[in-house]
């Protein structure tokens, strides 16, 4: 019976000796390169080196070794035809039927802060070459790139004498799979255009999730390989596992804390939407503030914080059900706390926000926009009174918030905490009422308002007027910005006009 080979070029050696023995037990020649070579020669194997095969050296440091016609020639061949068959026998190609290939680190140094030229020495080339061809030709070929598929292989020979036809189609799927996603990270290295003529995308399954934003939809969770983030590496320190609402609420309520670097903040967001923001001078003061905006919707919602959260704030957070409570740290006595409460989920997160761009899924297509990450440095004083320090101060700490709520968005706040929330309404007045009815029941001090968009008619300002709001921030835009200004100035409400519109849809 003559020996079929297997050619194995891996970084990760994970399990490979106890496969590569299971194959020489299955009369495979092993055929290796370099490191690969002496780990299973160390480890009592028979391998032979790749350039046993080729009869040429390895060169270029590595660059160049598997890159010959002895090699893709053996892979390529398609053992039905004929002529293929004739072809390899004249040239003295040995048909290869088994490649066990993991790629370069790339993916795992893309992000590190190395110089571009030490990122590009983790590009292979060899290996995705071996393993497309091995891929084109999975009707003669295995083709392993993941380490937990070994076993798979494994189970077939042992129950069939070889693998199914099945397995290798789908393994070789595996493999494009893996190499699209592998270019694709380093196109986007290589290539500085925004929005690229061809949209790549490369990103890598964390888990399955137990289900999406319904009981009756499918989904899983997967992280980019080319950039970090700040829901990328962060740690789970208690609770269940995550679902999809709770992963997209994290990145939202996030994303509003991060706004406020210098100072505390606290935000509480549920179903996709802030119910309470707030900045403090300490870790408690501002949860409770942030508490104090809607004691009522934040019952099983999600909690950031952008500081460390220590056992006074963890005793609070404790006494109202949430879903989740995240922070860039916990004391070791609030996390003793929290974990009380088996259920809660406690994230750590390590990551920056990061975000530069924004997709919309469409049906047979995909919008790509870049990030809202900008507030206006023109803002304008559009009316004949003026807002004092604290209102403008108050104004531009709304503005801050309005831009993570669904438009039509309109925020009032006293300057510290985000009170009345109102969006996705289909007209602005309608979250003008809402937002400032849900304010005026908490509190009963000065108000302020922003709002995501420009007002098409005067009535939001007749009616903040006739609710007491004291000053406005809009973008401006409108036909009918003068009968807004207009009316502002016959109530003397200061109005900022900022002209840059915040809709988030």
């Known amino acids: ?61 590595g660059r160049v070794k598997t890159l010959h016609p002895k090699v893709h ?22 048909l290869i039927d088994m490649v066990i290939v993991n790629l370069y680190p790339f993916f795992e140094n893309v992000n590190k802060e190395i110089s571009l030229d ?35 292989i494994k189970n077939e020979m042992s ?49 399955d999730l137990r289900y999406g934003e319904n009981p009756h939809q499918s989904a899983a969770y997967y992280t980019s390989t080319f950039e970090n983030g700040a829901m990328k590496d962060f740690e789970i320190l208690g609770g269940k596992e995550l679902s999809f609402n709770n992963l997209r609420d994290m990145d939202l309520c996030w994303k509003v804390v991060n706004e406020f670097k210098d ?55 404790n006494k109202t059900f949430l879903e989740i409570v995240m922070a860039t740290d916990f004391d070791e006595d609030a996390l003793e706390i929290l974990r009380k409460k088996k259920n809660l989920r406690i994230i750590k997160i390590k990551n920056q926000v990061t975000d530069k761009q924004a997709w919309v899924k469409i049906d047979g297509g995909m919008l790509v926009q870049s990030a809202d ?12 009174s003026a807002p004092t320090d604290e209102q403008r101060k108050a104004l531009l700490f709304s503005q801050r918030v309005v831009k993570y709520v669904k438009s039509n968005a309109i925020v009032v706040s006293n300057g ?4 009345g929330i109102g969006g996705g309404q289909v007209n602005r007045i309608w979250a003008t009422q809402q937002a400032i009815e849900r304010a005026k ?33 809009q973008p401006g835009g409108s036909m009918r910005d003068n009968d807004s200004i207009e009316a502002a100035n016959e109530h003397q409400i200061p109005m900022l006009f900022t002209g840059m519109r915040h809709f988030l849809h």
């Open 1 to 61: 019976m003559s020996k079929k080979r297997a050619l194995i070029s891996v970084s990760d050696k994970s399990g490979l000796v106890d496969f590569a023995r299971f194959l020489e037990e299955q009369n495979y020649e092993l055929i290796s390169t370099g490191g690969t070579f002496k780990h299973l020669k160390d480890a009592g194997l028979s391998p032979i080196q790749i350039d046993e095969v080729t009869d040429f050296p390895e060169m270029l440091d």
């Open 441 to 473: 029941e908490k509190f009963d001090g000065e108000l302020v308002l922003a709002s995501d968009a420009f007002f098409p008619f005067r009535d939001v300002v007749d009616f903040c007027a006739q609710e007491g709001v004291k000053a406005i921030i």
């Open 159 to 207: 129950e069939n004498g070889d693998s199914t036809i099945e397995t290798r189609k789908k393994l070789a799927g595996k493999v494009f799979n893996l190499t699209s996603a592998y270019d694709a990270a380093i196109s986007r290295m290589l290539l500085d255009e925004e929005y690229p003529t061809y949209l790549n995308a490369s990103y890598k399954k964390v888990s």
């Open 373 to 384: 990450d900008q507030f206006s440095d023109d803002i304008k004083l559009v009316t004949e």
């Open 263 to 317: 100072e505390l903040a606290c935000c509480a967001v549920k179903h996709s939407t802030p119910c309470g923001v707030a900045v403090g001078t300490t870790a408690l003061e501002t949860y409770t503030k942030t508490f104090e905006c809607d004691p009522v919707s934040i019952f099983g919602g999600i909690i950031g914080m952008n500081y460390k959260v220590d056992a006074a704030t963890a005793e609070e957070l």
């Open 73 to 94: 020639g053996g892979l390529l061949a398609v053992r039905s035809n004929e002529e293929h068959m004739k072809t390899v026998q004249e040239y003295e190609i040995g």
């Open 416 to 419: 510290v905490q985000a009170i």
């Open 118 to 152: 030490e990122k590009v020495e983790f590009i292979d080339i060899g290996g995705p070459s071996m393993l497309r061809s091995a891929a084109k030709n999975f009707n003669s070929v295995v083709v392993l790139t993941d380490v937990n598929d070994y076993e798979i």
